[in-house]
């Protein structure tokens, strides 16, 4: 566990005077601390690891096909999967799952083939519930194995946040009929004994005969928010994972951190408070679909304001530091994954971004959530686990605008990583690092920032780097690459401590590499640091 350490900020102060001279930043930042912090890391309490692939878009199906057809969308996916994370994990649906009523042909098969073949990006595909046309779905489901090479599908999800179609008109959807609908899709898209489907499905799904059923293919309740109940989860998993058969591989809610009243902000949309409470409740769903069901959860469609984002919201700096701390979030609570919706590739929360320049579509935008997918990737790496959770520490007398640290150590080589978000929009902070253990550590470490430039950070649309770094259309990169040393040395308690300086709405990851890896940090490889 890393432990909020009670302390007194003026005795801190002084004590860090002399160390402050020597730590990383501060001749870049023009701002002194208004606050400081003290996390400790305990080695010898280890957390959850954070799943290869934890890392994902989900896309509607339109347009979709442009993940490959466009070169500068897919550098952009291998860029971001050039840390050691795995392949993304892309969820195709959303709003479109339900509304499409035809089944995709090789327009679409075709380009997520190749995506596949070129990046190992595997699929999450949505099929048709809400009309209740069964058939419909099978031969969407049937198209998708005939077209896809087996090894790039995860699974089909069924439907989409069916929790909502009480609500939508003329539906003919209940409580009851859901139950039923999801059981009786899963049963004819599964089993051969459906002699209709026998002879055509018999190349592809059928291979064990016409008594056959192949459990295990699909993804649900695909929920509007992970806000549901434990005993829906259960009812759900009773229904459809444990007892009548195993038809659910995976399980999954979406998130959306708030709604686009103007009431939400890019402070509020940083708010410590509503954070707590929703993941308090996704620890629970996790718990009941790993533990009780063996079922792992993924939150496959996630963003920072539902119904295509908020202007000044989703699209600012906020966003970024949101994405970053949310996919964390969801690791935390023993998701297995994120997927960062872009709706069709216009909404305004979206990390890349569709449009036509003079008519002709040009090549991708980036957005500021995409620079927080980024830093995630640089700090997880090829396999990280979390040390303990994330501590929090209030930079004000209202105890709100927090600074969290995210400690975090790398399980194959044991370097040591920390996040660190600065939400308070005003004030610096400096943050103190420190493990409990007397050496074995290299005398510096490495610290990548996060910013933005100007006066308003959470508000900036531009002028936003990771170690220095923009990427601009196309991913085209610009600016001289930037990371900062900071001193090691030994605290009075006989661990070894740094201390960083953090902006106000700014993040940074640091990372400590044990001593006989020191000399890594001086020679970056392509696409790391
Ligand atoms: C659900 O709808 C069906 C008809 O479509 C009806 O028979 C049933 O009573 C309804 N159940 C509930 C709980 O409203
Ligand atoms: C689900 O389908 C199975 C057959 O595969 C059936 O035995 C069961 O009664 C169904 N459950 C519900 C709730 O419809
Ligand atoms: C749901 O959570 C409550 C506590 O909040 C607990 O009492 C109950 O047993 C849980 N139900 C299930 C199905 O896990
Ligand atoms: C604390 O909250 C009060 C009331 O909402 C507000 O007037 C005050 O400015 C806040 N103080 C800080 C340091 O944010």
Redesign the pocket.
Known sequence: MARKQQHNNHICLILLLGLAAASAGLAQQQQAPAFTTVTMLDIDSPGKTIPQSFMGFSHEWPYVEELYTIPQYMDIIKLLQSFGSGPLVLRVGGGSTDKLTTVPGPEVWGPLSKLHAATGMKYILGLNLFLNDVALARKQMDAAKAGLPASSIISFEIGNEPDYYFNKPSTHWNGTKLVAGWNGTTDYLSCCFHTEWYAMAEALSCRNGPSSCEYGQFTGPVWGHLNLRNTTMDWFLKTNGKTNGKWVEMTSVHWYKATSETFNTPVTLLDEVPIRKEMTNLKEIVRVSEQVYGKPLRVAEMNTISNSGRDGVSNVFAAALWTLDASLEVAAAGGVGVNFHQGAGQNLYAAIIRWYDNGRLALPQLRPPFFGMLLFQMAVRGGSRLMGTQVTHAS???N??FLKVWALQDVQTGELRWVIINKDASRAASAVLWVNRPSGYASEASVIRMTAAGPNPLSATSGITVAGVSYGLGGAKSGERRIEAAKVSKNAKGGQMLTVQVPAGSAALVRLPLAKEQAALRTPAAGSG
């Open positions: 004000d007398a209202n709100s605008k």
